[in-house]
Structure formats: structure tokens, C-alpha cells
């Protein structure tokens, strides 16, 4: 069965902290992605990778970096938390660019 | 305007009947796809589809690439049914999905 498993589902950080989102996959998937998803605006992408150490910036990269190590693996980096950064966090990987893509289950992310 | 626009945004449906739940788009693609999210976040893929029809059980996604519309069908719903579902395109450039805000739907029993 295939897997994408988000470290947390649920995280509570302070304003200025520094926040890892951690993803990992376990399909050999070349494109990993990092959404959020808000109420009334639907997912948004941040950053995705389509291999490792590669990375492209999404619609709304702002305030977010993204580490890719390893082919399983895809970091979301927040480096100072702000209010406005609390929100539904998801990590999706496909095998190729254009074909179905498989989600974590969430990060719900509280900044306080 | 958003270039994936999904109708109805809110859907309540009383258990047993038919849903449809709609979708435009504005660019080229190169498939569409049908996702599903049930409360606690979690995105399942339902359909990829770039042309016709495809079927899974009750449900029935199609696509006229002609007027860059797809519908998404359940046949004799359920409450299990209840869930946010979401139309995403991929781009026939780039290597992203676009997404639709999602349709809440509920299922009465």
C-alpha cells in the first residue's frame, strides 16, 4: 500500500520559532509537493521538488524554504512562525509530473 | 477568476439520491483530477482522467475537454459520502496541479 506519512498531525509553535514539516514516501516518487490548504482559498502550492536537492517555488513560497536530502524525503521549513502561517499543511509525491498523486494525512499547524 | 471553478461550493443531499458535483476550467490540461478529504484532513485520490468516462463503484467522473468541464457523479448516496471534494487539474506546461476550492458535501440520513 502506498504511503505518504507527515510527521504531525497536529503542531502548536510560538511566533518566531523555527518549524520543520517533515515528509517522507515511500514509492520512489520523483515530484514531491508541499501544499496549504485554508478555508476558502483551497490548496495552494508552496514548493515542490522533482528531485533530490532540487526545488521550484510554488504560488506562495514566501516565508517557507524546503530541504530535498533524499528522494524519500521532503522538508518544509518555516524559519520564523507567524500567525498568519497557521493553517492545514500537506505533503503529496507523484511518480511523474502530470499523474496522481498521492497526500499525507495533514499537518495542522497552530501558531501562537 | 479562478482558472478551476467548482459548483456547488455547499451540496446536502438526504441518503439514496443522485449527486453531481461540477467543474470548469480555463487552460489546457493535460488531466483532471477528483480528490476526496474527509474531516481530519487527510486527501485521497478518487479519478485521473483525460478524456470520457471512468467508473469506481458509485462513482462516475466524466470529462468534455471541448467545453473543459468535468462532473463528478455518486449514485445512491450515504453519509459516508459526507467529505469536501476536490477538483485539481494538471497543466498541460508545468508540473503543478491546480486546484478548485472543493465542495462540502453532506448526506443526511
Known amino acids: 500500500d502506498v504511503k505518504v506519512t507527515q510527521s504531525s498531525r497536529y503542531l502548536v509553535k510560538r511566533t518566531g520559532e523555527k518549524v520543520f514539516l517533515e515528509c517522507v514516501q515511500d514509492?520512489?516518487?520523483?515530484?514531491m509537493f508541499w501544499y496549504r490548504q485554508d478555508p476558502g482559498l483551497g490548496l495552494r502550492l508552496i514548493y515542490f521538488s522533482y528531485d533530490v536537492k532540487m526545488k521550484e517555488k510554488g504560488d506562495i513560497p514566501e516565508g517557507y524554504s524546503v530541504s530535498r536530502e533524499k528522494k524519500e524525503r521532503f522538508s518544509l521549513i518555516l524559519e520564523s512562525a507567524s500567525t498568519n502561517q497557521t493553517s492545514m499543511y500537506l505533503c503529496?509525491?507523484?511518480?511523474?509530473?502530470?499523474?496522481?498523486?498521492?497526500f499525507g494525512q495533514g499537518t495542522r499547524l497552530t501558531v501562537v | 477568476k479562478n482558472e478551476v471553478e467548482q459548483s456547488p461550493q455547499n451540496l446536502t443531499a438526504q441518503e439514496g439520491e443522485f449527486i453531481t458535483i461540477n467543474c470548469s476550467y480555463s487552460?489546457?490540461?493535460?488531466?483532471l483530477h477528483w480528490l476526496q478529504q474527509h474531516p481530519g484532513g487527510g486527501i485521497v485520490s478518487l479519478f485521473m482522467l483525460s478524456s470520457g468516462k471512468k467508473k469506481h463503484g458509485r462513482l462516475i467522473a466524466t470529462i468534455n475537454i471541448q467545453e473543459k468541464h468535468s462532473s463528478l457523479h455518486i449514485t445512491a448516496s450515504h453519509p459516508r459520502d459526507s467529505a469536501v471534494y476536490i477538483c485539481a487539474v494538471s497543466r498541460a506546461s508545468g508540473s503543478r496541479l491546480t486546484f478548485g476550492e472543493g465542495t462540502q458535501l453532506t448526506v443526511n440520513p
Open positions: 487552460v489546457g490540461i493535460s488531466a
Open positions: 514509492m520512489d516518487h520523483e515530484n
Open positions: 503529496a509525491s507523484s511518480p511523474i509530473a502530470w499523474a496522481e498523486a498521492f
